[in-house]
């Protein structure tokens, strides 16, 4: 069956190092959407791409979803205490349909 | 809006007892998901309605397992009898499907499920 996995699954930093996460899956992606979950919450949506190749920037946060469609990249720079968390990439496998595969996630870890 | 509504937001049982899980989607989304999240296995997908029937239900553990979504605002997960096993945080989402898009998905505070 389809499988996303990211890497690295934990990272620790320091506040203002920049961080990434990296997801890939086993098959051809119609969409990707990232997501985050902090400590003790529900996992809380913060992007969809679409396109081959597309970025998108939201402030400190980089998207990027491969030519292939089957990799993305979640890029923060500058970290903060408040990026603390548990971030998912989730892949939509075929159209009409909203079913997600999400990823094995990868948590991250600020300190100050 | 209120959001994706679960409950209960907590949940201790016994072993061979009976759990009912509810949630209340978003109004106007047609697509609600049943997920379960422990650290070994991560976030599951078990089941998902479209329009008030089971599209996927590959993701059900088991026969013990059953959901069902009688109307379009409300959903139940049902286990029966429940196992130590069964132990985690379960998560219902809601979403839109249109236009043959799938967009973001909602989810719920969530309900945690401690099983003795």
């Known amino acids: 069956g389809q499988q996303v996995m990211q890497i690295p699954q934990y990272q620790h930093v320091q506040e203002g190092e920049d961080f990434t996460t990296y997801c890939n899956s086993s098959t051809t992606l119609s969409n990707i959407q990232w997501y985050k979950q902090r400590p003790g919450g529900h996992p809380v949506f913060l992007i969809q791409l679409v396109k081959s190749g597309e970025v998108k920037k939201q402030k400190r946060l980089t998207f990027q979803f491969g030519e292939a469609k089957k990799n993305s990249s979640l890029h923060i720079t500058a970290t903060q205490t408040t990026d603390v968390g548990t971030y998912f990439c989730a892949g939509g496998g075929s159209y009409n349909t909203d079913k997600l595969i999400f990823g094995t996630g990868t948590r991250l870890q600020v300190f100050p | 809006d209120a959001g994706v509504i679960q409950s209960p937001r907590h949940e201790v049982t016994e072993m061979g007892q009976e759990v009912t899980l509810r949630c209340k989607p978003i109004?106007?989304?047609?697509?609600l998901f049943w997920y379960r999240q422990t650290m070994m296995r991560g976030l599951e997908l078990l089941i998902y309605f479209n329009n008030n029937v089971p599209i996927d239900d590959s993701g059900m553990p088991e026969d013990r397992f059953s959901a069902k979504m009688p109307n379009a605002s409300f959903s139940t997960l049902k286990i029966q009898p429940s196992e130590p096993r069964d132990s985690a945080v379960y998560f219902c989402?809601?979403?839109?499907?249109?236009?043959?898009?799938?967009?973001?998905?909602?989810f719920g505070p969530g309900t945690r499920l401690t099983v003795t």
């Open positions: 989402a809601s979403s839109l499907l249109a236009g043959g898009r799938g967009y973001e998905q909602y």
């Open positions: 109004s106007g989304h047609n697509s």
